[in-house]
Antibody, heavy 119, light 106 residues
Framework: QVQLVQSGAEVKKPGASVKVSCKAS????????ISWVRQAPGQGLEWMGW????????NYAQKLQGRVTMTTDTSTSTAYMELRSLRSDDTAVYYC????????????WGQGTLVTVSS | DIQMTQSPSTLSASVGDRVTITCRAS??????LAWYQQKPGKAPKLLIY???SLESGVPSRFSGSGSGTEFTLTISSLQPDDFATYYC????????FGQGTKVEIK
């Protein structure tokens, strides 16, 4: 079955960077994009951006432009999301989801990775 | 950017109740609307896509309707497993989520 498995929880200091991984299985990795969505504690869902696993094209949410980089490693069917210059309001659960192409659904989702930014 | 507005924010209901959640888009999104269910500590789960198509494996008590800017999610007879938070999401132009509707036990 299609499955996305994410890396474990992280604790970072303000100003640091974090890199979250998302390993896909059960489908042809390069046939779909991977999107990233985050959820601050007690809050709703915020789309962060997506990457085409086929050609590496990316599209980032405007508010994160310049701080986020999404990459893929097709040899291991793994997607990565790096967020730099972390602030306390970046504390959230970060999800990857299959999908992200034009009018493409986001499903399924990874289990989520809690990133805590605290001094 | 397309904004999505859900109502109500919280809904109190009993097992067996018929429940309706509304989602409005700030501009027409045709039928490019999905509904997700999220339980505490879990990832969202896709329920409905293309406004009214039921995802495989999702119980038939869930249904969706609407097009353009107005959409609804209906649970025909609320079950104990349905107490959760529900999000609408447009995927006409990138992806935007509604703020969520928490369905709680009355």
């Amino acid at each position: 079955q299609v499955q996305l498995v994410q890396s474990g929880a992280e604790v970072k200091k303000p100003g640091a960077s974090v890199k979250v991984s998302c390993k896909a299985s059960g489908y042809t990795f390069t046939s779909y994009g991977i999107s990233w969505v985050r959820q601050a504690p007690g809050q709703g869902l915020e789309w962060m951006g997506w990457i085409s696993a086929y050609n590496g094209n990316t599209n980032y949410a405007q508010k994160l432009q310049g701080r986020v980089t999404m990459t893929t490693d097709t040899s291991t069917s793994t997607a990565y999301m790096e967020l730099r210059s972390l602030r306390s309001d970046d504390t959230a659960v970060y999800y990857c989801a299959r999908g992200g192409g034009f009018r493409e659904l986001l499903s399924p989702w990874g289990q989520g990775t809690l990133v805590t930014v605290s001094s | 950017d397309i904004q999505m507005t859900q109502s109500p924010s919280t809904l109190s209901a009993s097992v067996g109740d018929r429940v309706t959640i509304t989602c409005r888009a700030s501009q027409s999104i045709s039928s490019w609307l999905a509904w997700y269910q999220q339980k505490p500590g879990k990832a969202p789960k896709l329920l409905i896509y293309k406004a009214s198509s039921l995802e495989s494996g999702v119980p038939s008590r869930f249904s969706g309707s609407g097009s353009g800017t107005e959409f609804t999610l209906t649970i025909s007879s609320l079950q104990p497993d349905d107490f959760a938070t529900y999000y609408c999401q447009q995927y006409n132009t990138y992806w935007t989520f509604g703020q969520g509707t928490k369905v709680e036990i009355k």
